[in-house]
T-cell receptor, first 112, second 114 residues
Framework: QKEVEQNSGPLSVPEGAIASLNCTYSDRGSQSFFWYRQYSGKSPELIMFIYSNGDKEDGRFTAQLNKASQYVSLLIRDSQPSDSATYLCAVKLEGGANNLFFGTGTRLTVIP | ETGVTQTPRHLVMGMTNKKSLKCEQHLGHNAMYWYKQSAKKPLELMFVYNFKEQTENNSVPSRFSPECPNSSHLFLHLHTLQPEDSALYLC?????????????FGDGTRLSIL
């Protein structure tokens, strides 16, 4: 079982719609969760981080964490073509100081 | 400007060459990381340095040798690499090396082994 799993996509949504990206993780004791955006040929860029159950909003982005179900999601409201990128989920697992594991990423395409 | 600068951006080398990748961070962080990113695979953590001390080595082959002279600079020395080592190598930094703080990435070095 992979530590962090994401649907590789591609996920296509029309401009203005809500894009929903999901991530599940294997370690129930995980405490820290991150979403990164990576444009083709570029480095990962931090979008959001969340530590507590519930929702965290920042502009058009909302991270949702459900530790009981072991998933974290990222919602992008009013999707724009510039949001087209690969979104990486990263989870700090228990059992080590630096056990930050990344998913393979979900490719999002926003269609104008 | 990402705050984390990597050089070179692209590197092509033969299997018998020796080269080094350089990373410099201007964010005042105390932890630095090397990651390998291959197609269709998740980012793989290679090494972690926290306050110049190596705290993680995720079973990386000895043909990769890291060096961290201070909290702002990180090197990855390469020798006798294999074709499967071709990948994007990313450097990152964070305030401390506990893994629960956001990491800031450089633009990476695209490495191709002939």
């Amino acid at each position: 079982q992979k530590e962090v799993e994401q649907n590789s996509g591609p996920l296509s949504v029309p401009e203005g719609a809500i894009a929903s990206l999901n991530c599940t993780y294997s370690d129930r004791g995980s405490q820290s969760f991150f979403w990164y955006r990576q444009y083709s040929g570029k480095s990962p860029e931090l979008i959001m981080f969340i530590y507590s159950n519930g929702d965290k909003e920042d502009g058009r982005f909302t991270a949702q964490l459900n530790k009981a179900s072991q998933y974290v999601s990222l919602l992008i409201r009013d999707s724009q073509p510039s949001d087209s990128a690969t979104y990486l989920c990263a989870v700090k697992l228990e059992g080590g100081a630096n056990n930050l594991f990344f998913g393979t990423g979900t490719r999002l395409t926003v269609i104008p | 400007e990402t705050g984390v600068t990597q050089t070179p951006r692209h590197l092509v080398m033969g299997m018998t060459n020796k080269k080094s990748l350089k990373c410099e961070q201007h964010l005042g962080h105390n932890a630095m990381y090397w990651y390998k990113q291959s197609a269709k695979k998740p980012l793989e953590l290679m090494f972690v340095y926290n306050f110049k001390e190596q705290t993680e080595n995720n079973s990386v082959p000895s043909r990769f040798s890291p060096e961290c002279p201070n909290s702002s600079h990180l090197f990855l020395h390469l020798h006798t690499l294999q074709p499967e080592d071709s990948a994007l190598y990313l450097c990152a930094s964070s305030p401390t090396g506990t893994g629960d703080q956001p990491q800031h990435f450089g633009d990476g070095t695209r490495l191709s082994i002939l």
